[in-house]
């Protein structure tokens, strides 16, 4: 059994920064890859970011890609989603999620326990 709360999310003006954690209990943590997907009203969840469990292997989704990072401290048990340039469309239910496998994957399939989800809502 996983447990994932995920922290930081809120209101921001476009174009400034916000950073998501995600606390991550009961399966060794540096064994896994790390996922943050996000879903807004009436959309389909979409993959935003991914880590592998030694944070070499890092992919980004391409509406993120050169605005978001990903990154984890295996030490603190969390993964971080640090977001900048926010745009009004980034607004969603932000989730974070674990897989069994060490490598990361675009496929929500692939994760297999998910956080509760923190909302981030981007104003124009």
């Known amino acids: 059994q996983v447990q994932l709360v995920e922290s930081g999310g809120g209101l921001v003006q476009a174009g400034g920064p916000l950073r998501l954690s995600c606390a991550a209990s009961g399966r060794t943590f540096s064994r896994q890859a790390m996922g943050w997907f996000r879903q807004a009203p009436g959309n389909e969840r979409e993959f935003v970011a991914g880590?592998?469990?030694?944070?070499?292997?890092?992919y980004y989704g391409d509406s993120v890609l050169g605005r978001f990072t990903i990154s984890r401290d295996n030490a603190k048990n969390t993964v971080y989603l640090q977001m900048n340039s926010l745009k009004p469309e980034d607004t969603a239910v932000y989730y974070c999620?674990?897989?069994?496998?060490?490598?990361?994957?675009?496929?929500?399939?692939?994760?297999?326990?998910w956080g509760q989800g923190t909302q981030v809502t981007v104003s124009s």
């Open positions: 999620a674990a897989s069994p496998r060490p490598g990361p994957s675009s496929s929500d399939r692939e994760y297999d326990y």
């Open positions: 880590i592998s469990w030694n944070g070499v292997g890092i």
